[in-house]
């Protein structure tokens, strides 16, 4: 009841936050993408000029179908686009205590669930900011939840198809709920996969049939932003090596590929119960490595660090709120979060800088803390494979020396 309450708790303040505040430049592209929903439709919007790309998945032309509705009925557009956002938190929160509460203590797992939910990156970002980030962070581990957990295969494919076309990073995890699903059988995995195709017919394949070339370059083909303030790409480019950082983005799709094969390379090593660590170390992987970035990207990997590791879990989401706290309060003009009514994003400051290397590192720690465990299981799993053999082989000695030794006590002696 206390995380049910806290998350409640926490809902009412991003609620708040997303109905009296005007937010980040992002909501007055929101506005644009709205009006031209209207224009075009949710189809058509794809290839039309805005001040900022249009480079969502089909959902988001949906979504904003509804948003318009909202603003008719005399709702707000700045509360309308981060309201989903502020609900999604809650759905993870629950999700993220029932997964560590298989492993952890009540107290640990709810004290993470409730960091999780009250996190400052969490409470700026999906109330103030405005994006849709922590909604398909919310559908992918939801998916995970009813595939590993509720055997619900076929709701779990609709949900992380759901999460995917919200954005794409998700298609990340696809490989691990895929390997997840045929464990539990083939007809679960067949059932998994009928979720997904499911959403890729009824959102997918209309824009791809009626604008599919302005949607591939809009949306598969997006490099992010030009302005790069993040992890391994950053880092290289603030030590003097900008080529490395062109190369890097020239080459994002790698990212991708590691962050789906990491935690399947690491299934010999998983333990039925650590299943989840293998979903968010696919979401943490995906923001270690990749080279684009937006604040809102922070936020990929904050449950997932959880499910990863509720020690270093906890390390990654103090030092991303503490980077979180001071680049909007930059971008507000000054102040604390509750004097905060307008952002416009610039470029960090140097102490930004190394406030984001180090959120980067602790998350690079959190994903060391997901390989290390992971080998050193396999090395305790081989040594203790080792110590069954010889101790079959010692017993199979010492059975023979007994059969040998009773066969001489029985054999007749010599006359």
Not at 181 to 206: D, E, H, K
Not at 314 to 321: E, H, L
Not at 346 to 358: E, W
Not at 374 to 380: I, L
């Amino acid at each position: 009841m206390a995380v049910i309450a806290a998350a409640v708790a926490a809902t009412a303040v991003k609620l708040y936050l997303a109905a009296t505040t005007s937010g980040t430049n992002d909501i007055v592209y929101w506005t644009q993408f709205a009006a031209g929903v209207r224009e075009f439709g949710p189809i058509g919007i794809y290839g039309e000029a805005f001040e900022a790309p249009y480079n969502h998945p089909p959902l988001a032309g949906w979504f904003l179908e509804l948003v318009n509705l909202g603003q008719r009925a005399g709702l707000g557009l700045p509360l309308l686009i981060r309201a989903p956002a502020c609900l999604a938190d809650a759905m993870t929160c629950w999700l993220v205590f029932r997964l560590l509460n298989e492993r952890s203590s009540t107290l640990g797992a709810g004290a993470a669930a409730v960091g999780l939910v009250w996190s400052p990156a969490l409470l700026v970002i999906s109330g103030f900011h405005g994006n849709t980030d922590p909604v398909f962070v919310a559908l992918t581990v939801a998916s995970f939840f009813l595939l590993a957990r509720r055997g619900r295969s076929l709701a779990s494919g609709v949900c992380l198809g759901l999460a995917v076309s919200i954005k794409l990073v998700p298609v990340v995890a696809v490989p691990w709920m895929m390997l997840l699903a045929y464990r539990r059988g083939a007809a679960a995995l067949v059932r998994f996969a009928i979720g997904g195709a499911l959403v890729f017919a009824l959102l997918w394949v209309p824009v791809l049939v009626l604008n599919g070339g302005p949607f591939l370059e809009s949306v598969v083909g997006y490099r992010g932003i030009w302005l790069r303030e993040w992890g391994l790409a950053e880092l290289v480019e603030q030590a003097g090596y900008p080529r490395l950082d062109v190369w890097l983005n020239a080459h994002g799709s790698w990212v991708v590929a590691a962050a789906a094969m990491v935690p399947l390379a690491l299934t010999p090593l998983r333990r039925p119960h650590e299943e989840a660590v293998g979903l968010g170390m696919t979401l943490v992987t995906m923001l270690v490595f990749t080279p684009a970035f937006g604040m809102q990207y922070l936020t990929w990997a904050l449950a997932a660090a959880y499910l990863v590791s509720i020690r270093t879990g906890w390390t990654y989401n103090v030092a991303a709120s503490l980077l979180v706290l001071s680049v909007y309060s930059l971008w507000s003009g000054g102040g604390p979060p509750w004097r905060w009514e307008q952002a416009w994003a610039v470029p960090f400051t140097l102490g930004q800088h190394m406030l984001m290397a180090v959120a980067w590192a602790c998350l690079l720690l959190n994903w060391l803390d997901g390989i290390y465990p992971a080998t050193n299981q396999s090395r305790r799993a081989q040594g203790d494979h080792c110590d069954e053999h010889q101790r079959n082989a010692s017993g199979h000695r010492h059975r023979g020396l007994q059969r040998r030794e009773h066969a001489g006590q029985n054999a007749r002696p010599d006359t």
